[in-house]
């Protein structure tokens, strides 16, 4: 029987491998650096976002399955806790997916992917939550 060396990662190869995710990231703090509606994450960021778009892409291409340019730098993600100084709630949450929704319709044409990618960014930003829900909503 042959062993499988490299684990199976069908998001990362995908998307297009390492530079479809560096576009990604490009796209994304573009669009939190020039939305309206983003204005309130975008101040939550320093004021040069380079550095963060360039950990966020070495981030996203582990998280899509491809190699660990993220944890050998920066060790366990521990992303909700690396979250708690920034207060997130549903609007945060919204934003965020709006500058990434945007980047996606960008960078991948593949209406299915797309749309399991959006999914999954969507649980991985609502477990970000540390706000409560406003009263009512
Ligand atoms: C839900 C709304 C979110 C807000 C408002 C937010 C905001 C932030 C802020 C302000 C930082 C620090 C930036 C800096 O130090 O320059 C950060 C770091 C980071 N964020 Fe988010 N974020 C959100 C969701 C997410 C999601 C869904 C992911 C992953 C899919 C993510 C991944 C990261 C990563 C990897 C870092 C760097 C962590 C580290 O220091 O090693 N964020 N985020």
Redesign the pocket.
């Known amino acids: 029987m042959r062993r499988r060396v490299t684990p199976a990662n069908p998001h990362f190869l995908a998307i297009g491998g390492q530079p479809a995710v560096a576009q990604l990231a490009e796209r994304f703090y573009h669009h939190m650096d020039t939305l309206e509606e983003a204005r309130g994450?975008r101040a939550?960021?320093?004021p040069d976002?380079g550095?963060?778009q360039e950990?966020?892409a070495r981030?996203?291409v582990e998280?899509l399955g491809g190699p660990p340019l993220?944890s050998s730098e920066?060790g366990h993600?521990r992303?909700r806790r690396?979250?708690l100084p920034?207060p997130?709630g549903a609007r945060?949450?919204d934003?965020?997916?709006l500058c990434?929704r945007t980047a996606l319709a960008e960078v991948v044409p593949d209406a299915a992917l797309r749309a399991q990618l959006e999914a999954a960014?969507f649980r991985?930003?609502?477990?970000?939550?540390n706000q409560p829900a406003p009263a009512g909503g």
């Open positions: 994450i939550l960021h320093p976002l550095p963060i950990l966020f981030f996203l998280w993220y920066r993600p992303l690396r979250h920034f997130i945060e949450r934003a965020w997916m990434m960014f991985t930003a609502d477990f970000m939550r």
